[in-house]
């Protein structure tokens, strides 16, 4: 979707390396979803921001979402092999989050 | 199950053939919706059903495109004359409605998506 773009669109990584995926809005959204995808497989989920400023995290992915709701990061450290997959940000722009927007996803591949 | 899930989880189909896609999403999940995914993109919005009733059509890309949830669980996907660019996974979630503050916290569980291809 143009509404809401993701940054790279591939990333490899050395196994143990920190890496960030962004995903930027071009309006405000009222909630922002991260979904983990690997090939063949659904969508799982990670975690929902809605405020801004806010900031989680589990295991070793931190995402936050910046104060005026419109850029997230998501943050993984020291990668390892199981983290590699395809990662989506979903937007909810109306505020029932019934309709989610993705964006494209980010291939991250991981070496060992 | 403790999971949504869809059949078949592939198809193959002449063009001009019916396919019908089927979800069964957790049990007791009041919405369900389908995505559709092209290769290399993020998941595209079809359509939202609250119990048996479909509230949100506005992304189905055709009239050839037909969804329907009768009883309120199940729910089936029906691409009618299918077409080269129907080619796609379609995936179905569900979620269980939940009120908090002035936000609907709604996490969607996926199934593992229907891979649709058109030759």
């Known amino acids: 979707s143009q509404e809401l773009e993701q940054s790279p669109q591939s990333l490899i990584v050395q196994e143990g390396k920190n890496l960030t995926i962004n995903c930027t809005s071009s309006?405000?959204?009222?909630?922002l979803y991260w979904y983990k995808q690997k090939y063949g497989e659904g969508l799982i989920f990670l975690m929902m921001l809605q405020k801004g400023g806010e900031e989680k995290s589990h295991e070793k992915i931190t995402a936050k979402l910046d104060e005026k709701k419109q850029q997230s990061s998501l943050h993984i450290t020291a990668s390892q092999p199981s983290h590699a997959g395809i990662y989506l940000c979903g937007a909810d722009f109306s505020g029932s989050a019934r309709q989610l927007t993705f964006g494209s996803g980010t291939q991250l591949t991981v070496l060992p | 199950g403790a999971g949504v899930s869809q059949s078949p989880r592939y198809k193959v189909a002449k063009r001009g053939q019916d396919v019908a896609l089927r979800c069964d999403p957790i049990s007791g999940h009041v919405s369900l919706f389908w995505y559709q995914q092209a290769l290399g993109q993020g998941p595209e919005f079809l359509t939202y059903f609250q119990n048996e009733a479909q509230l949100d059509k506005s992304g189905l890309p055709s009239d050839r495109f037909f969804a329907e949830r009768p009883e309120g669980s199940v729910s089936t996907l029906k691409i009618q004359r299918t077409q080269q660019e129907d080619s796609a996974v379609y995936l179905c979630a569900s979620s269980l409605e939940t009120g908090r503050s002035q936000f609907i916290y709604n996490e969607q569980f996926f199934g593992p998506g229907t891979r649709l291809t058109v030759l």
């Open positions: 309006k405000t959204l009222y909630g």
